[in-house]
């Protein structure tokens, strides 16, 4: 198995591609393809691809208003492909873009929270983080 992989801000996915990610997902496993579609149709995608094949290996979404907030939701690495660095990589990508500094963040989460952390974000009352400005 591959283990290398890139990453990139896209609109280029393939619904079945993303639904099987998100179908090993507690918060999403029983979204439609409608919804995965409408939800990558108004949404900042980013996705994590292995290098040799193009396969979606990881995904990742932010909704902003592009000024003052954003939410960071659906991120997700195939189970097959963690720990190679494939979340960290998506964040490292996200945190970088220009467009989302100087404005506040925010994300739910049940797991993974300590990468979060990694990127500036803080618990808030449990699930919720927040990441100030």
């Given at each position: 198995m591959s283990n290398s992989y890139y990453v990139k801000q896209t609109k280029d996915f393939k619904?079945?591609?993303?639904?099987?990610?998100?179908?090993?997902a507690y918060w999403a496993n029983t979204r439609t393809d409608?919804?995965?579609?409408?939800?990558?149709?108004n949404s900042l995608c980013y996705g994590a691809f292995l290098q040799d094949s193009n396969k979606l290996?990881?995904?990742?979404?932010?909704?902003t208003d592009f000024a003052t907030t954003y939410y960071l939701c659906d991120v997700i690495v195939d189970e097959a492909y963690r720990g190679i660095g494939a979340g960290?990589?998506?964040?490292?990508?996200?945190?970088?873009?220009?467009?989302?500094h100087g404005m506040r963040g925010?994300?739910?989460?049940?797991?993974?929270a300590s990468l979060y952390e990694k990127f500036g974000f803080q618990r808030i009352d449990g699930l919720y983080m927040g990441k100030k400005s």
């Open positions: 619904l079945p591609e993303v639904k099987a990610l998100l179908a090993q409608e919804t995965i579609q409408k939800s990558m149709d290996i990881g995904f990742a979404r932010i909704i960290r990589a998506l964040m490292e990508l996200i945190s970088s873009d220009e467009s989302f925010m994300l739910l989460t049940e797991t993974a």
